[in-house]
């Protein structure tokens, strides 16, 4: 357009100057008008031209970089939250959707990892017992609340207060020290993780929508999540939608939990486990948690749909009652009931992983070497050998197994008695609740073995210090082991200048050896989903983030 303004220019003047000239000047100006008439043609159609191809450019990194984004998923899970209030404890169904209804100041994106900013962009220890946090002054709910330090201060002192969630027993005080810092003080030397956890415990949100919410959040929370919960059917259903308003615009600082990969999330509560797989099957849901695993393997052959496994944290170990004057206080038994036990059977029967110690792979610390060692592979002749040099015949010893009354407990108690018995040592198996197995596992006279799961934290020695801290346990292990050796080096690979690798195979090497609690397996847990959805996300608790799906283009 420019080019065509500055031609007419020309020519206006040009004809102004006709007027006063002689014939030959006219001649040479008529040359001039040409020339520039054809020069100027060629111009604009090469930035015409040019200009055709930047908007072509433009238009295919459009369809390319900005997919448009899928309009609602379905996500079926097992149990109705009942309560979305902020401070109350947490059940199954509260578990499966709190990472979608509330924003913490930091979140863990893998267990045993440094935690990823979210509401609060740093923290750093400013004493002994003192670390001050940093938060975003940009933070704004779904209702406009700004949030600051006075509303951090404030969640957390009504948490603490509630003594719901027990990181925060550690906790001295908590004290907004301006708009946007938090000062944080531990009655103690905080261990390795222990401020993190205190850190990403307490959802935060603003205390004046909270205080002027008539159910204070059960059933319609106001939270700084980017997702704002539209409506919620109790035992029903529960639909979020993306917020348009969502406070952190920043791509740098959007972690896998602030995502929205979907317009709308509709969690559907279906409490009958082969519900679940009618669902997917019938289209009503498009991916799942809760698919039992006898329906698993038909989704496994089906290409319509995809199946993601992961490891479960809890071990599943067998624990010896190490009482004065019981038969497990022979090494020698505990370890041909070990060899006994048919680890790699077990878990190609029912679909698990075997165990190498008490904890497994999804722990901060864990070490790859140990599955390459011997762990109590299953030996029956060197087992015999073992209950000879006990003391024992077989025939001679009957134990009684206790454990809770589950499918997943039952199989894997009766598994252990078969190949027990094949050992010659008879076992009673006795189920009951679990209000009542939390009583009997912690009296000596009630059982020989226990089988329990256990995982207490993120990083490896979280289930060791959950089964056999003397300083939890009056003096002894779970199990009534006294080992003074044992727990110092368990008080060195818990703390912070002693978590090592050679700290970390230094128990587990002793441990294995004594042989208290022995690590059998860990549940596989899958999650199913339709095929257009290529990738699942899941938090350290195992619980699905649909926000964070990876949706194809034809989902």
């Not at 035992?235 to 959007?254: G, H, K, M, V």
């Not at 165990?355 to 015999?384: R, V």
């Not at 003397?470 to 110092?488: A, C, I, L, P, Y």
């Not at 860990?522 to 938090?539: P, Q």
Request: net charge negative; aromatic share 10%.
């Amino acid at each position: 357009m420019k080019v065509k303004i500055f031609v007419m220019t020309l020519l206006v003047i040009f004809s102004l100057l006709l007027g006063a000239c002689t014939p030959q000047v006219e001649e040479a100006v008529e040359e001039v008008e040409e020339v520039v008439e054809e020069e100027a043609e060629e111009v604009v159609e090469e930035v015409e031209e040019v200009a055709e191809e930047v908007v072509e450019e433009v238009e295919e990194e459009v369809v390319e970089d900005a997919p448009a984004v899928p309009s609602e998923a379905y996500i079926a899970i097992g149990a109705d939250p009942a309560d979305l209030s902020p401070f109350v404890g947490n059940t199954m169904g509260r578990i499966a959707v709190l990472k979608t209804v509330y924003e913490y100041m930091f979140e863990p994106q893998k267990m045993g990892e440094p935690v990823e900013p979210l509401i609060a962009k740093g923290y750093e220890q400013t004493g002994d017992l003192a670390y001050e946090v940093t938060l975003f002054d940009y933070v704004y709910d779904s209702a406009g609340n700004h949030i600051t330090a006075a509303d951090v201060e404030w969640a957390y002192d009504t948490a603490i207060e509630g003594g719901l969630m027990r990181p925060l027993g550690s906790v001295e005080s908590v004290t907004a020290t301006g708009d946007y810092t938090v000062e944080f003080v531990f009655k103690a030397p905080p261990g390795v993780g222990d401020v993190d956890k205190v850190l990403t415990e307490v959802p935060v949100i603003s205390k004046v929508a909270y205080e002027a919410s008539p159910d204070k959040f059960a059933t319609t929370p106001v939270t700084t999540a980017a997702y704002v919960l539209t409506d919620y059917i109790p035992a029903s259903s529960l639909t979020f939608e993306a917020r348009p308003d969502y406070w952190q615009t920043d791509p740098e600082f959007r972690s896998l939990f602030s995502q929205t990969n979907v317009q709308k999330i509709v969690f559907q509560v279906i409490t009958e486990p082969a519900q679940h797989a009618i669902a997917l099957e019938t289209g009503s849901a498009h991916a799942s948690a809760s698919v039992t695993p006898d329906d698993v393997s038909r989704f496994e052959e089906n290409p319509d749909y995809n199946v993601f496994k992961f490891r479960d944290n809890l071990t599943w170990a067998v624990s010896f009652n190490g009482s004065e004057g019981h038969p497990f206080t022979s090494k020698e038994l505990r370890h041909a009931v070990a060899y006994a036990i048919d680890t790699d059977g077990m878990c190609q029967a029912i679909g698990c992983m075997r165990a190498y110690t008490i904890g497994n792979g999804n722990f901060g610390g864990y070490l790859t070497k140990w599955e390459s060692e011997d762990y109590y592979n299953f030996d029956l002749a060197k087992a015999q050998d073992l209950l000879t040099q006990a003391g024992y015949e077989p025939g001679e010893l009957t134990f009684k197994l206790i454990a809770q009354n589950s499918a997943g407990d039952a199989i894997v108690s009766q598994i252990i008695q078969n190949q027990l018995g094949e050992l010659g040592i008879n076992i009673e198996i006795e189920q009951m609740e679990p209000s009542t197995f939390n009583e009997k596992r912690y009296d000596p006279t009630a059982f020989d073995l226990v089988l329990n799961g256990g995982a207490g934290g993120d990083f490896i020695f979280s289930p060791w210090l959950l089964t056999m801290d003397q300083n939890r346990n009056n003096g002894t292990t779970g199990s009534f082991f006294k080992d003074d050796e044992m727990q110092s080096l368990l008080m060195t690979v818990s703390s912070v200048d002693g978590f090592t690798p050679e700290n970390v195979d230094a128990f587990h090497q002793y441990q294995k050896e004594q042989l208290y609690d022995y690590g059998l397996l860990s549940y596989v847990n899958n999650v199913v989903s339709v095929k257009s959805i290529t990738d699942v996300v899941r938090d350290t608790r195992g619980q699905l983030i649909p926000g964070a799906f990876v949706y194809g283009t034809d989902f």
